[in-house]
């Protein structure tokens, strides 16, 4: 029961994340003691947690009562840690450094947060479209789609000049 618990919460989490699980930062997002990738994606995280899962999962049957209490107290610990860092992303500080880069990674930090909102804006209105009954709501829901998509290809491509940028100016 409490692998199945586990298992959804991970599986909920990776969902959560998906948006944001390639976006890097300057500094560890958490403690060694929790993660010990030296990566700052979520997504290594996201994969840390899942192996401590299957490690959890072999515990349990070979019935190592002491290994089993300990991984699924860290675990717990660390898909806490990821809820609580996917609900406070956007407000993330990034660490210091030049002012040029600091203003690119600002930049990043912004137009992550836009990709992510246009995203979900374009889901609900496709899960919207795909319920509209009437053909006007339908029509309108499209061209809020089409709209959204056109804004969602621009704001990747923002994303993409500023990644080169930053590219260059940490070389």
């Keep these: 029961m409490l692998l199945q618990k586990l298992d959804d919460q991970l599986a909920l989490l990776r969902q959560r994340c998906a948006p944001m699980a390639q976006h890097a930062t300057l500094s560890a997002r958490f403690d060694r003691h929790l993660f010990q990738t030296r990566s700052t994606l979520i997504q290594a995280c996201l994969e840390e947690a899942e192996g401590h899962l299957q490690a959890l999962r072999q515990a349990v049957e070979q019935q190592q009562l002491p290994q089993v209490a300990w991984l699924a107290e860290h675990l717990a610990s660390q898909l806490e840690a990821i809820s609580r ?13 030049s002012p040029g880069l600091a203003r690119w990674q600002r930049r990043r930090i912004q137009h992550q947060e836009f990709e992510r ?11 919207r479209l ?18 959204y998509e056109g804004r969602l290809a621009r704001c990747r491509k923002a994303l993409d000049n500023i990644e080169r940028v930053l590219a260059r100016l940490t070389r």
Aim: charged share 35%.
């Design 85 to 97: 860092e996917t609900a406070s992303w956007s407000l993330r500080e990034w660490d210091s450094a």
């Design 117 to 127: 909102r246009l995203q979900e804006m374009t889901a609900q209105r496709k899960a």
């Design 130 to 147: 795909a319920q509209a009954t009437r053909l006007d709501e339908q029509q309108t829901l499209q061209r809020e789609v089409e709209i």
